[in-house]
């Protein structure tokens, strides 16, 4: 087997061993998560500007429905750009 395919095998594994502890851990991709969440309102910009997180994600969640990980991946990239 030459080195490319010998990486492709790997790789493919890998793959099927994080499949395997996401479907088992229930853990969730919170990049998708975060694409796919519904936008985040100005109040709960200026609660997570303040450092106000739990506050932020009850309104979040009172705005929107979200569920908690929308929530907390939604959070997240307003946390990743106040920290940026």
């Known amino acids: 087997m030459g080195e490319v395919e010998d990486l492709r095998a790997r790789v493919e594994e890998l793959e099927r061993k994080v499949e395997i502890l996401f ?5 969730v991709d919170r990049v998708k998560v975060a694409v ?25 969640q009172k705005q929107t429905g979200a569920g908690m990980a929308e929530t907390m991946a939604a959070l997240e990239e307003i946390a990743a750009r106040n920290r940026g």
């Open 36 to 60: 796919d969440a519904p936008p985040v309102s100005s109040e709960v910009e200026a609660l997570m500007a303040a450092g106000k997180t739990t506050k932020a994600a009850k309104l979040y």
């Open 23 to 27: 479907s088992h851990t229930g853990a």
